[in-house]
């Protein structure tokens, strides 16, 4: 191979992915960064008119869906991380040899859609079903009504449903990457730092989990990130009061047809993702670990 | 040999233990005993019950090869694994039943198990502050001027050297003055050259530091190197226990002989005694043995294993065999091998007496006849051979020598 061409060939090798970005992620953003200035109507067409008015306009009318997507993603993060951690933690450590067949249960939910999956917790949460009726009967759903997250004698239509929803189709997402960085931490430095006088509780503490948050780190990201922008869950599971940004950027887009609006509320969730995720990396100082 | 007992030093330090024990001599007590100590899983037995009392200050080397049991030993004195018998005692007390974090012992473990998100000193700070101690920076401090690691308190464990990962482990456990430092193969993982360095090393610290220090290896040469006491360690069992001069020396049995060094073992006949020796015949060649270095008791028609040592061997052409001095066990053979390796020469010989005697001669003078196919007469002092049970096999610890360098795991 001659010089000229040997330093060509990374080139052309990065072209199919480089063409990639550029049609399916750079232009698209353009486009809906042009679309969010425009004004107009959907009979007289949009015009770009650098009117970034519409993302004050939208924030004043839509910052309760802001808040709300935030919090329930956060919720289902959190519970994520509670139901991953020991989860991931046991298949690491205690699984044996089980511990491929539980990794196959863990992904096995990705076997069918998004879409069924979510409606078959419609189906587990209706109203007469026996998990309501079980949780009604040992009084569960008094406590629940109380903190406000359930209303009555529903699960379903309240933010607990959704919030489970979003808990329970983004869990692998958790688990994956806790499992893997779990996975890597070398199981005799538990006997050294038991033999450093350390009990099951401070190994865990100042060995295990400080070795585990790359993976926790990964997962909340890979949790919450998607979580925020859903809006199949509060579509399936919630009610008009528990709407989150990703069903109102649908409906502008596909039943308002305020194009100009959905634009700017896409780019003012990522913005705020982005913010939120800069200040966590900061904060877990990641960068720091091995 | 199943039950050794070492001595206790003539010169205990004070400081070895405190005196809790219930010792009825009322002499310091052994910074370890384990008594009837043994494991099995399911239906292997790991280690026999063994009976084994290290001194207070010693430098104690559990030696063997992979799968002899000495890890399982050293890690069940650790408290890492539970004993299926007997009991462990480390200073007098029973610790048995302790868990690991509640014993006055420190591990450096086969590869160093550092934490890899804490830099050296935390790493090394890690016990201290487990257990609440004040002045932690100075002690740290203290301790890596010990292991000669003074400037890299910041460093993270993969940013230093085979060498220093391990002086930090070392660092990490004797930080916390254990009553017992236990070693398993600390050095294995370092090249040759520097295992030799950290064995030194590892010696200069325990002097200094007169904690007791419980050392597993498979390398003959580390464990005498650095041990005051070796106990060889064969399939779960201690077959020998003693100092290494002495091992090396007066080997009880052929998996010492040939595990310990390199041991030339001739089959022979004893003829008779005269004075205190023992007169033997081998293919027709008379030897001595000094009967107080026989292992085995025989009379005259019993059959021994007469050994003797290549360095202790001397060599010449068959042509000057005239030559020898009278009262020299003398065995006539061919060369069929030599080596060159600086200091010395290693010859192989086909003798009547043995097919492949070995031999080492200093390069002193050195002899240009002394060529495979060569005649020689191999000759040494009577007083060098031991005697032992012909009963055994002649080949025992020959292979597990070989197996022992290419060690990597611990046998579970």
């Known amino acids: 191979m001659n010089p000229a061409r040997r330093r060509l060939t990374p080139y052309l090798l990065l072209l199919a992915g480089v063409a990639w970005l550029l049609v399916f992620f750079v232009a698209p953003m353009v486009y809906q960064a042009s679309t969010s200035v425009q004004t107009g109507s959907l009979d007289k067409g949009f015009r770009v008119t650098w009117h970034f008015a519409t993302y004050w306009d939208a924030l004043r009318e839509y910052w309760p869906h802001f808040v709300r997507s935030l919090l329930y993603a956060g919720i289902a993060t959190a519970a994520c991380l509670a139901i991953g951690y020991p989860l991931a933690y046991m298949i690491a450590f205690r699984a044996g040899r089980w511990r491929n067949v539980v990794m196959v249960l863990v992904v096995a939910p990705f076997f069918t859609s998004f879409l069924i999956r979510t409606l078959a917790w419609e189906t587990i949460l209706a109203d007469q079903g026996p998990v309501v009726r079980f949780l009604d009967a040992v009084h569960v759903l008094d406590v629940t009504s109380w903190l406000h997250v359930t209303q009555g004698h529903r699960v379903l239509a309240t933010p607990l449903a959704v919030v489970c929803g979003l808990t329970y189709n983004f869990l692998p997402f958790m688990i994956l990457p806790l499992y893997t960085s779990l996975e890597r931490v070398d199981a005799r430095l538990h006997e050294a730092a038991g033999d450093l006088y350390a009990t099951a509780l401070t190994t865990f503490r100042t060995v295990t989990f400080p070795l585990s948050l790359p993976g926790v780190v990964a997962g909340t990201l890979l949790t919450f990130i998607p979580a925020s922008g859903d809006y199949i869950n509060a579509e399936l599971l919630g009610s008009t009061n528990q709407k989150m940004i990703g069903n109102v950027i649908q409906a502008q887009f596909l039943r308002v047809l305020d194009y100009p609006t959905a634009a700017a509320l896409s780019f003012i969730l990522m913005a705020a993702i982005l913010a939120i995720v800069t200040v966590y990396i900061r904060r877990s100082g990641t960068e720091e670990l091995v | ?412």
């Open chain 2, 1 to 412: 040999m199943t039950a050794p007992r070492t001595d206790p030093p003539a010169a205990a330090p004070d400081d070895a233990a405190p005196g809790t024990g219930p010792d009825a001599a009322g002499a310091a007590p052994d910074a370890v005993r384990l008594t009837g100590l043994g494991k099995s899983y399911g239906s292997f037995t790991a280690v026999h019950p063994l009976d084994l009392a290290v001194p207070a200050g010693s430098f104690f080397a559990l030696l063997g090869a992979s799968g002899c049991g000495k890890t399982t030993t050293l890690r069940m004195i650790a408290g890492l694994e539970e004993p299926s018998t007997g009991t462990v005692a480390l200073g007098g007390r029973d610790v048995t039943a302790l868990p690991p974090y509640k014993r006055p012992v420190n591990t450096v473990f086969q590869h160093y198990a550092l934490f890899p998100h804490l830099d050296v000193h935390e790493n090394v700070a890690f016990g201290l502050r487990r257990r609440g101690v004040k002045g932690v920076k100075e002690q740290v401090a203290e301790m890596l001027e010990l292991v000669q690691l003074g400037g890299l308190a910041r460093r993270k464990p993969h940013q230093l050297s085979g060498g220093q990962q391990q002086r930090v482990a070392v660092a990490r456990a004797l930080i916390n003055k254990p009553e017992v430092l236990l070693l398993d193969e600390p050095l294995g993982a370092l090249d040759l050259k520097l295992r030799r360095q950290m064995q030194l090393e590892l010696k200069r610290i325990q002097t200094e530091v007169g904690i007791t220090f419980i050392h597993v290896t498979h390398d003959q040469e580390e464990a005498m190197t650095m041990a005051d006491t070796v106990a060889v360690m064969n399939a779960g069992r201690v077959e020998q226990l003693g100092a290494p001069a002495d091992l090396y020396e007066n080997p009880g049995s052929t998996f010492v002989a040939n595990f310990l060094g390199t041991s030339n073992l001739i089959e022979a006949e004893v003829t008779g005694t005269s004075g205190t020796d023992l007169t033997l015949v081998s293919a027709g060649q008379r030897l001595t043995l000094p009967a107080a270095r026989c292992r085995t008791a025989v009379g005259p028609g019993g059959r021994v294993l007469a050994g003797v040592r290549p360095e202790k061997i001397t060599l010449v052409h068959g042509d000057d065999a005239a030559a020898i001095p009278e009262g020299r066990n003398r065995v006539p053979g061919r060369i069929t091998g030599s080596g060159f390796t600086g200091v010395a020469t290693g010859y192989v010989v086909d003798s009547p007496v043995c097919p492949e005697l070995e031999v080492v001669v200093p390069n002193v003078e050195r002899d240009s006849r002394l060529v495979p196919g060569a005649p020689v007469v191999l000759h040494w002092n009577p007083a060098h051979t031991f005697g032992l049970d012909a009963a055994q096999d002649i080949d025992a610890g020959l292979d597990a020598g070989l197996d022992a360098g290419l060690e990597a795991e611990p046998a579970a």
